[in-house]
């Protein structure tokens, strides 16, 4: 079964400074990665996704994520961090039932 | 237009009560779930319904139980409340089943006292 770890549970960054989220992942067969954003008090928007192809991807406000097969790892990215930016961020892993597997989470604050 | 629209957005209730949770979505997808998110932020899946059917039940209490009565609505019902299942509770579609990004809905705080 597909598992999704994400080892840090609170990151803080000032504004501007670059930012990488790390998402470690678990599955036998090529997986289905996304990343997600959830602000305070509100439902999941996703930020970006990677089926297959070119390993770097582009999402929306600005991130990006890379897929490194080899160490099993779909890291989140963004050059220079905005206030809005903090919020929760969770990665995850579907499968063919689409049946998602979300990480526990990393908590994002950004300092002025 | 909300894609994923779930009510009510709030849910008090005593322990061992009867609850239901609607979900709509109103982007023509096939697929829709519920997932439960705890007070520590883990989100786990809870069912999954496709085209009415249901696809993915994972290790839920049988008090839950999900009703699709069109590809549209995904409803929750919840018996003899406890206070474990105090979440919130996200409904989400997608249009197939592999590998398609889910939309979410803003969620449902249940709070059983």
């Known amino acids: 079964a597909q598992s999704v770890t994400q080892p840090d549970i609170h990151i803080t960054v000032s504004e501007g400074a670059s930012l990488e989220l790390r998402c470690n992942y678990s599955y036998g067969a090529t997986p289905y990665l996304f990343w997600y954003v959830q602000s305070p008090g509100q439902g999941l928007q996703l930020l970006l996704k990677y089926f297959s192809g070119d390993t770097l991807v582009q999402g929306i406000k600005g991130f990006e994520a890379e897929f490194k097969r080899s160490q099993s790892s779909f890291n989140l990215r963004k050059p220079s961090v905005h206030w809005s930016d903090a919020a929760e961020y969770f990665c995850a892993v579907g499968g063919f039932n689409n049946d998602m597997r979300f990480g526990a989470g990393t908590r994002l604050t950004v300092k002025p | ?113």
């Open chain 2, 1 to 113: 237009d909300t894609a994923v629209s779930q009510t009510p957005k709030y849910l008090v209730t005593q322990m061992g009560n009867d609850k239901s949770i609607k979900c709509e979505q109103n982007l023509g997808h096939d697929t829709m779930y519920w997932y439960k998110q705890d007070s520590k932020k883990f989100l786990k899946i809870m069912f999954s319904y496709n085209n009415k059917e249901l696809i993915i039940n994972e290790t839920v209490p049988n008090r839950f139980s999900p009703k699709s009565p069109d590809k549209a609505h995904l409803n929750l019902h919840i018996n003899s409340l406890e206070l474990g299942d105090s979440a919130v509770y996200f409904c989400a579609s997608s249009l197939r089943l592999a590998g398609d990004e889910q939309f979410f809905g803003p969620g449902t705080r249940l709070t059983v006292l």
